[in-house]
T-cell receptor, first 112, second 115 residues
Framework: DAKTTQPNSMESNEEEPVHLPCNHSTISGTDYIHWYRQLPSQGPEYVIHGLTSNVNNRMASLAIAEDRKSSTLILHRATLRDAAVYYCILRDYRTNAGKSTFGDGTTLTVKP | DSGVTQTPKHLITATGQRVTLRCSPRSGDLSVYWYQQSLDQGLQFLIQYYNGEERAKGNILERFSAQQFPDLHSELNLSSLELGDSALYFC??????????????FGPGTRLTVL
């Protein structure tokens, strides 16, 4: 399975934008890029996903490099509630979701 | 609230014992996944069921087993428990098993402590 690399931790100030990077140099053409986050004492929750084009939803934006070997999750205005572990995952749409691994993720700390 | 329910929330038991964790997926979701999250191993995929049938297996020990019932709820059975089995166990559900859009909804987890 294609793997992802994320920084262990990042810090941000409240109400400032946050850019969370993810490297996936061995991504295949059938891999979608998914982001999940896990708030303290909760199960992971879906944030956003994309294939080639940049994507926006109410939670975040996903910027995907032209060669698809990296992507960036953008939180436009971080709040204290955004403090969580963020996981970047590759999912081959031809295979089932359980086969993708979550990795260690990036722990985001938001300072007031 | 993801719509996925898990019971019990906490479970404390002794080594060698057997426990059953229960998961009810979101209404309409056919696929159920089980994950184990321990401090040193992160989130590990254990097993997936789709509409009652096993669809994928991950790093699941032989002492562990699962099933999905006709009403789509699932149970994870852990036997001959060891101290190292202490972890958070998450259940997730999704509408389908494969596909480009396959958002997983996670439950709140069951915290298992083996003494």
């Amino acid at each position: 399975d294609a793997k992802t690399t994320q920084p262990n931790s990042m810090e941000s100030n409240e109400e400032e934008p946050v850019h969370l990077p993810c490297n996936h140099s061995t991504i295949s053409g059938t891999d979608y890029i998914h982001w999940y986050r896990q708030l303290p004492s909760q199960g992971p929750e879906y944030v956003i996903h994309g294939l080639t084009s940049n994507v926006n939803n109410r939670m975040a934006s996903l910027a995907i490099a032209e060669d698809r070997k990296s992507s960036t999750l953008i939180l436009h205005r971080a709040t204290l509630r955004d403090a969580a572990v963020y996981y970047c995952i590759l999912r081959d749409y031809r295979t089932n979701a359980g086969k993708s691994t979550f990795g260690d993720g990036t722990t985001l700390t938001v300072k007031p | 609230d993801s719509g996925v329910t898990q019971t019990p929330k906490h479970l404390i038991t002794a080594t060698g014992q057997r426990v059953t964790l229960r998961c009810s997926p979101r209404s309409g979701d056919l696929s159920v996944y089980w994950y184990q999250q321990s401090l040193d191993q992160g989130l590990q995929f254990l097993i997936q069921y789709y509409n009652g049938e096993e669809r994928a297996k991950g790093n699941i020990l032989e002492r562990f087993s699962a099933q999905q019932f006709p009403d789509l709820h699932s149970e994870l059975n852990l036997s001959s428990l060891e101290l190292g089995d202490s972890a958070l166990y998450f259940c997730a559900s999704s509408v389908v098993s494969e596909g480009s859009y396959n958002e997983q909804f996670f439950g709140p987890g069951t915290r298992l402590t083996v003494l």
